[in-house]
């Protein structure tokens, strides 16, 4: 491999939630990065030292890495030629039927596959169906090229990837022994703690990751509508039983989830198992439900068809930008069809269709809590509110 003096490291997809804190994190361990994306706007973004999306602490690091030439961004795919390791932040997306979609990955390696050569690296790092992987080291040897292949799988909370990073332990998982070590030596630059499994068993976790997060959040959604049925408030209830008490520490407040991975992932895995996947699937008919549950408790004591509703909060979670896959635009459409207008409002989402929170406050007859932003607390509407987060402490919600 003819190694390229300008860069050691290229990342594919690397002006993305998942590829630019990481490039950003790298090039500030002295590892020379580019950033290859396809989006214009987003490589200009980085270029100008410009954090494209919210992620918490990453504005200064960014402008010291431009300013030091050690993080670069381009829509120029030949510039991983000579790199000696590549990342690759494309994973594996599901289809209008939930089903994988197991051409993306191959279809992006394809790609850049003329500008790849003997001794690199290659990492994927997103999401993706267990065995593409070895499909992927399967590639790389039908196109006659001796290339390490390694899965080393993301697990940031999006917003808070810089910081976990460099906090989190990083699984590696190589086909051969030598992708393994040089897949370590590269995430020792940031992890504490390297974990090793082979390249399935790192497929799975990744899956597993977040399919547990998804059961948990359908769990604590199960509660709060069997709670709420009986006129009972799941938060105190949720406070009483997690006070204290370890065993039960992990139980989640109530809450619309949603966002580009969780569904996913937990769809994933139940293709993978030959759609044998019972507690996956049924989280998602009460994750998925939950925007439906709200809206049909709250036409049984309003008369929904004569009232303004407003919703707070656009993204799929807290404080962030993110409004992939969010539930508050599902919450939207049903309420379009049931009431009289909708109004929503988020500080940090760009969306033409959106109005500021004073318009929502002054105009709506009836608040829904879409997403638990931190500017939302304290707040105290005069009208009635669906608060299924529980954030604005105004006992049962609906």
């Known amino acids: ?36 994306d396809v989006d214009q706007d987003a490589v200009d973004s980085v270029n100008s030292a410009t954090m494209p999306f919210l992620e918490h ?27 000696e390791t590549v990342i690759v932040v494309i994973g594996t997306p ?19 596959l003329p500008f790849m050569s003997d001794g690199q690296l290659v990492v994927l790092r997103s999401t993706i169906f267990p065995g593409i992987t070895r499909t992927i080291e399967r590639m790389m040897i039908g196109a006659g090229l001796d290339i390490d292949i390694a899965f080393c799988p993301e697990r940031t909370a999006e917003g808070h990837a810089l910081r976990e990073l460099r906090e989190l332990p990083q699984i590696v998982a190589g ?39 998804y059961i948990k959040f359908a769990t604590a959604n199960q509660f709060y ?27 989640p407040r109530a809450g ?42 709250l036409a049984d004591r309003f008369d929904l068809e004569n009232m303004t509703v407003g919703i707070l909060g656009m993204a799929f979670k807290a404080d962030t930008d993110d409004a992939r896959w969010s539930l508050s635009y599902k919450l939207r459409r ?13 500080p940090f989402v760009d969306d033409d269709q959106l109005v500021d929170l004073d318009t929502v406050l002054e105009q709506s007859d009836l608040i829904i809590v879409g997403a638990p ?14 608060d299924v987060w529980g954030i604005l402490d105004r006992g049962v919600r609906i």
């Open 334 to 346: 049903i309420l379009q069809f049931r009431a009289r207008g909708v109004l929503c409002t988020d």
């Open 373 to 386: 932003h931190s500017v939302y607390r304290g707040l105290d509407p005069w009208q009635p509110v669906a």
């Open 225 to 251: 509508m069997l709670a709420n049925d009986y006129g009972l408030d799941y938060d105190r209830i949720r406070s009483a039983v997690v006070e204290d008490y370890p065993r039960a520490a992990d139980l």
């Open 1 to 36: 491999m003819a190694k390229n003096t300008e860069i050691d490291l290229a990342i594919v997809g690397g002006c993305g939630h998942a590829g630019l804190p990481l490039g950003i994190a790298l090039a500030s361990a002295d590892i020379r990065t580019v950033l290859y």
């Open 175 to 213: 086909c051969t022994k030598r992708a393994e070590e040089r897949a370590a030596s590269l995430f020792s630059n940031l992890a504490p703690k390297i974990l090793f499994l082979e390249p399935e068993e790192a497929e799975v976790a990744k899956l597993i990751t977040n399919s547990w997060r």
């Open 94 to 112: 599901v289809n209008q039927y939930l089903n994988p979609d197991l051409t993306a990955v191959q279809n992006a390696i394809e790609d850049i």
């Open 57 to 83: 602490g990453a504005d200064e690091e960014l402008s010291n890495v431009i300013a030091s030439s050690m993080l670069k961004a381009t829509i120029d795919p030949s510039s991983i030629r000579g790199a």
């Open 256 to 297: 619309f989830a949603a966002g580009p991975c969780l569904l996913k992932d937990t769809m994933q895995l139940a293709a993978y198992n030959n759609n044998d996947f019972l507690f996956g699937q049924a989280s998602m008919n009460i994750n998925e439900g939950l925007p439906l549950y709200v809206v049909s408790k």
